[in-house]
Nanobody, 123 residues
Framework: EVQLQASGGGFVQAGGSLKLSCATS????????IGWFRQAPGKEREGVSC????????YYADSAKGRFTISRDNAKNTVYLQMTNLKPEDTAVYYC????????????????WGQGTQVTVSS
């Protein structure tokens, strides 16, 4: 059974940091790019960051550049999203997803999705 378990969300004040984790199982981890997406209330889900399956190439949305860092630990089948200098507009449910042999910012390219983890940033 394929599973992606996002965790690490919480409540933080503006300027604070959180580290999200996406623990996976049930598929060959190093064949999949992993992406982070988020959905704020009343808004469409948007891509935040992704890391490819082999060379560790990374993508960041403009809103995440310079503040978020994505990384993967293939030994633990886990991807992390370190978020710093958080802003109220980062408040959203954050989802991780897996894209077979991919490297995409578009959610339609992703094969598997986990449940979300809530991030709330107060001003």
């Amino acid at each position: 059974e394929v599973q992606l378990q996002a965790s690490g969300g919480g409540f933080v004040q503006a300027g604070g940091s959180l580290k999200l984790s996406c623990a996976t199982s049930g598929f060959t981890f190093d064949e999949y790019a992993i992406g982070w997406f988020r959905q704020a209330p009343g808004k469409e889900r948007e891509g935040v960051s992704c890391i490819d399956f082999s060379r560790g190439s990374t993508y960041y949305a403009d809103s995440a550049k310079g503040r978020f860092t994505i990384s993967r630990d293939n030994a633990k089948n886990t991807v992390y999203l370190q978020m710093t200098n958080l802003k109220p507009e980062d408040t959203a449910v954050y989802y991780c997803a897996a894209d077979h042999y991919g490297y995409s910012r578009y959610e339609s390219d992703y094969d598997y999705w986990g449940q979300g983890t809530q991030v709330t940033v107060s001003s």
